[in-house]
């Protein structure tokens, strides 16, 4: 299958201007177009979907979902991790690599801040705070988050369980959702058809769901109240939860705000009940 990509920018001399408008957005967003209807692309070029129809039977697809077909199957094979690697690794020497992995993650936690309005933020906390059962899900790269955020909410708030999306064991829990429980969903690209699954199926049952991922066109955005966008690049080949952790964090940290008395009671029973259990090292004080 050739290069969607590459078709464009081989037809685009020989297209009308209107046409030509339409492959410079396509080309520089991408990633985005690959979940894109084509409404949304047109309302971002600002044009009608009859020119991007015309631009498809121009550059030989039976139509856009013909194209975007494609172009999915391209950005799946980008973001393979061997892909990834190679292209990253091919500009980057070893002597430059801590340094550029610092400027790099940086960068993100910058990117993440700006993506991520406040007021968001905010409502995301005020979710958690209201949620009867919080489920946190993810798969492989996105599973150390949802660990992270299970066992800090669940210490807290003592209604959080980490469901894996990789089994089939979360359609026990999703059934019995209602309206007063909250999916939390960490995915990034290539996305985990089963995640999709799992959130579209607690959609149903009329459950909040928010999902933290690499972009705001990712496919868990259709099935979400509210989406954080965390950039998830690395100088190799796997996604980097630094920025994910960085969200994660703050609404850990948040919610310690809002419900200070209630979650200070619940840090007492159970430190005292670790201490009857002498979980913790005992430092030996020298006589």
């Not at 391209?74 to 340094?99: G, V, Y």
């Not at 406040?118 to 919080?134: D, G, H, P």
């Not at 190799?236 to 630094?242: E, G, K, L, P, T």
């Amino acid at each position: 299958m050739k290069n969607p990509l590459e078709v464009l920018k081989e037809s685009a001399g020989s297209l009308p201007r209107s046409q030509k408008l339409v492959v410079d957005y396509m080309i520089d967003h991408y990633s985005e177009v690959g979940f894109m209807t084509v409404g949304q692309l047109s309302n971002n070029v600002g044009t009608s979907t009859t020119t991007v129809m015309r631009l498809m039977s121009n550059i030989g697809y039976s139509g856009y979902s013909a194209f975007q077909k494609s172009l999915q199957a391209h950005l799946k094979e980008e973001a393979a991790p061997q892909i990834r690697l190679e292209k990253n690794l091919k500009n980057l020497s070893h002597n430059e690599s801590w340094l550029h992995h610092y400027e790099l993650q940086m960068e993100q936690i910058q990117k993440a801040n700006q993506l991520n309005v406040e007021t968001n933020l905010n409502k995301a906390v005020k979710l958690i705070c209201s949620a009867s059962q919080i489920y946190c899900t993810s798969v492989r790269s996105g599973l150390p988050v949802a660990q992270y955020l299970t066992h800090n909410l669940n210490r807290m708030l003592g209604n959080t369980k980490l469901t894996l999306a990789d089994s089939s064991d979360w359609v026990d829990d999703v059934i019995s959702f209602t309206e007063n429980d909250l999916l939390i969903v960490v995915s990034y690209a290539r996305y985990g058809e089963r995640l999709l699954h799992y959130a579209e199926q607690a959609k149903k049952k009329g459950a909040s769901v928010l999902a933290i991922t690499d972009k705001f066109s990712s496919p868990l955005s259709a099935y979400a109240d509210l989406v954080f966008a965390c950039p998830a690049d690395s100088i190799a080949s796997h996604n980097s939860i630094v920025s994910s952790i960085f969200i994660v964090d703050y609404l850990i940290g948040s919610l310690s705000l809002e419900k200070t008395e209630y979650i200070s009671k619940r840090l007492k029973e159970v430190d005292s009940i670790l201490t009857q259990m002498n979980y913790h090292v005992q430092k030996k004080i020298d006589k």
